[in-house]
Nanobody, 114 residues
Framework: QVQLVESGGGLVQPGGSLRLSCAASGTIFRDSRMGWYRQAPGKQRELVASIRSSGYTNYADSVKGRFSIARDNAKNTAYLQMNSLKPEDTAVYYC????????WGKGTLVTVSS
């Protein structure tokens, strides 16, 4: 059973930064595809960024140049560095892993507000 636990959310002012972490259980982490989704109130869940086991990354157009995804296979952890945050980035951020099927964390709330 794969478990994903997010941390690092919170309240930040516009223009600020946050780093989200996702700790994954199990030995599948190294070969799995990891990513972050977000869901704002009243909106559908959307892909923010993903990273393959090869290191190839993909980003939503709305976060390109501001967010960066990374993974540390030795620590079974994925990260999302979020810079130049905007109020429209406010959402619950979910860690996602694909290994034969989709796995999800419970989410961490990011609020961007002055």
């Amino acid at each position: 059973q794969v478990q994903l636990v997010e941390s690092g959310g919170g309240l930040v002012q516009p223009g600020g930064s946050l780093r989200l972490s996702c700790a994954a259980s199990g030995t599948i982490f190294r070969d799995s595809r990891m990513g972050w989704y977000r869901q704002a109130p009243g909106k559908q869940r959307e892909l923010v960024a993903s990273i393959r086991s090869s290191g190839y990354t993909n980003y939503a157009d709305s976060v390109k140049g501001r967010f960066s995804i990374a993974r540390d296979n030795a620590k079974n952890t994925a990260y999302l560095q979020m810079n130049s945050l905007k109020p429209e980035d406010t959402a619950v951020y979910y860690c996602w892993c694909f290994w034969g099927m989709d796995y999800w964390g419970k989410g961490t709330l990011v609020t961007v507000s002055s």
